[in-house]
C-alpha cells in the first residue's frame, strides 16, 4: 500500500465512521426522541458547558509546563506561551489530520525557540508515552470499578459463541504475537521493534529527568482536569448530574479513546458516550445530546485557541524572527 494511499486511508475511514454512526443514530430516532434531543441542547445549563472547557483549557496549561520539564535536560529553556500555543496549534490539526499535531509542535518549537525537530518531537512521542500510560490505567480502573455490571452486559448481549472466538483469539494472539517478533524479519516487525524500543527509551528518559517529580505531577493534573472537566460537563443536564463517579469515568475513558483514534472522535464521540451510558440506564437521546454538547464545546475551544494561537505565534516571536 503507498503512503499517500494510507494517509488517505486514515483520514476517510474514521471520518467516514462518524458520518455513519451519525446518520444511524438519527435515522433511527422518533420524531418525538428527535424533538427531545433537540430540547437537551435548548435547556443545557452552558454555565456548566464554559467550565469544563475553562478546565480544559488549564490542562492545556499543565500540558505545556511538562512539557518544558522534557526540553531542559536537552539545553533548552522555552517560553510556556510558545508551548501553549505549539500545543494548541497540535490539537487544531489533529481534528483534520489525525496525528498530524505531533508534527506541528516539533515545527513550531523548532522554528520559534530554535529546537531542532529530531530533538523536539522526541520530546513529544515520550510525553505521548506517557498520555497512553495514564489512559490504559484508566482503563484498568474502568473494568474494575463496574466489572459485574460490564461482565453481564457483554455476556448478555453478545452470542456465546463468538465470545469464545474473541478468547480464542486473545489466547492466540498472546501466544503468536511474541513468536513473530522474536522469529520475523519483516518491515512490520522491524517497525513494531522500534516501537517498543521507543516506547522503552521514552519511558527512561522520563526517569533520568531531572524534574521528574515535577513532570509526573503535572501528568497527574493533566490526567485530572480532563476527568474533572468530563464530570462538570455531565452537569449541563439534570439527567447527566447525578451520574456516579465510577460511571462517569468508564464513559471518560471510551470517549478518550474516540479522540484518540479517530477524527478528535467526529460522530464516534458521542455515540460512544450514549452507548456506555445506556448501558447504566439513561435514555439514548440524553446521552447522545450530551455526548454532543462535550464533543463541539471541546471541539469549538480547540479551534479557537488553535486560529489564535496561529495568528499570534509570529507577531509574539517577532523580535527572534528578525534576529
Do not use: C
Not at 443545557?44 to 522534557?70: D, E, T
Amino acid at each position: 500500500m503507498s503512503r499517500s494511499l494510507s494517509k488517505f486511508l486514515q483520514i476517510t475511514v474514521p471520518l467516514g465512521l462518524g458520518v455513519f454512526l451519525i446518520w444511524y443514530i438519527y435515522q433511527s430516532f422518533t420524531p418525538q426522541q428527535l424533538a427531545e434531543t433537540q430540547k437537551y441542547f435548548t435547556d443545557a445549563n452552558y454555565g456548566f458547558v464554559l467550565l469544563s472547557v475553562a478546565l480544559s483549557v488549564l490542562s492545556h496549561i499543565s500540558r505545556s509546563y511538562r512539557w518544558s520539564f522534557m526540553l531542559e535536560p536537552l539545553g533548552y529553556r522555552t517560553k510556556i506561551a510558545n508551548n501553549f500555543m505549539a500545543v494548541s496549534v497540535a490539537y487544531l490539526m489533529n481534528i483534520f489530520i489525525p496525528k498530524s499535531g505531533e508534527f506541528s509542535r516539533g515545527i513550531i518549537l523548532d522554528k520559534y525557540e530554535g529546537v531542532p525537530f529530531q530533538k523536539g518531537f522526541g520530546t513529544i512521542i515520550s510525553e505521548r508515552i506517557v498520555d497512553l500510560i495514564f489512559l490504559l490505567l484508566f482503563t484498568a480502573l474502568a473494568l474494575t470499578i463496574k466489572f459485574d455490571v460490564l461482565y453481564d452486559f457483554v455476556v448478555g448481549s453478545i452470542p456465546s459463541s463468538l465470545l469464545y472466538i474473541v478468547i480464542f483469539g486473545i489466547i492466540f494472539g498472546a501466544i503468536s504475537i511474541p513468536l513473530y517478533v522474536k522469529f520475523s524479519k519483516s518491515n512490520i516487525n522491524r517497525k513494531l521493534k522500534n516501537f517498543v524500543i521507543g516506547l522503552k527509551d521514552g519511558v527512561f528518559s522520563i526517569l533520568k529527568m531531572r524534574k521528574k517529580g515535577a513532570f509526573l505531577l503535572h501528568s497527574f493534573i493533566i490526567w485530572g482536569l480532563y476527568l474533572l472537566s468530563f464530570y462538570t460537563a455531565m452537569h449541563a443536564l439534570p439527567e447527566t448530574a447525578h451520574i456516579q463517579l465510577d460511571t462517569i469515568i468508564i464513559a471518560f475513558v471510551v470517549g478518550s479513546f474516540t479522540f484518540a483514534f479517530t477524527n478528535s472522535g467526529f460522530g464516534t464521540y458521542p455515540a460512544a458516550i450514549a452507548g456506555v451510558l445506556a448501558i447504566f440506564g439513561v435514555a439514548t437521546t440524553v446521552g447522545v445530546a450530551v455526548g454532543w454538547i462535550v464533543w463541539i464545546s471541546n471541539i469549538s475551544s480547540i479551534v479557537f485557541f488553535g486560529v489564535i494561537s496561529l495568528v499570534m505565534l509570529p507577531i509574539y516571536n517577532r523580535k527572534r524572527l528578525k534576529l
